[in-house]
């Protein structure tokens, strides 16, 4: 070891590093910093002498060895288990198979031509509210037309997309949340009208 790295090790010399945190709390200058800084190859003989010279920790004969195991608290808890299952008799009864298999999901119908007809209009609201896009849903095509371009998109998500990209935006969205069909009730948002 060099004088200067004994020299930090027994005089607790602060890291780089803690002076770094002291800078960037603004408890020193940078000048200060600079100034009291070691260099980055003697703050690692520094960092690797402090590990070679730390004493361990004395173990007694009660401490604890080894790796934690939740044995202790898993044989109270199956313990429990078997009190309670002997004093109000078995769950098993009582509880179908289905019910213990995770919720089934309802997948909700992508395809527009359940939920559209010929001709729908449709807009999509961008920027805050400023813009509103236009278009229609073509049945032959199972397509949303976009009435100032006139281009075709196969899934609302890929429309609502091409409305933000006209105004500079480019978004990653759920066109059906995004889309409002005009319906007998007024404009509705798409997505209520799946099944």
């Known amino acids: 070891m060099n004088t200067n790295t004994q020299q930090a090790t027994s005089n607790n010399m602060p890291t780089r590093s803690d002076l770094l945190i002291l800078y960037m709390d603004r408890k020193i200058s940078r000048a200060e910093f600079e100034e009291h800084a070691p260099p980055i190859e003697e703050e690692e003989a520094v960092l690797r002498a402090r590990q070679i010279s730390a004493d361990p920790l004395p173990i007694g004969p009660g401490d604890w060895q080894g790796v934690p195991t939740n044995e202790y608290q898993d044989a109270e ?35 527009m031509r359940a939920c559209m007809r010929d001709g729908q209009n449709i807009r999509v609201i961008t920027g805050r509210g400023k813009n509103k896009n236009y278009g229609n849903y073509r049945r032959g ?49 798409m997505d209520t009208l799946r099944t």
Do not use: M
């Open 77 to 111: 808890q199956e313990e429990d288990a078997e009190q309670e299952e002997h004093e109000h008799g078995s769950q098993a009864d009582t509880i179908s198979e289905a019910s213990t298999n995770r919720p089934t999901r309802v997948k909700k119908n992508t395809d």
């Open 141 to 189: 095509r199972n397509a949303l037309q976009d009435i100032e371009t006139g281009n075709y998109y196969s899934s609302p998500t890929a429309f609502v997309k091409a409305q933000h990209l006209k105004i500079g935006k480019d978004v990653s969205v759920n066109g059906w949340d995004k889309i409002q069909c005009f319906t007998d009730d007024g404009w509705v948002v």
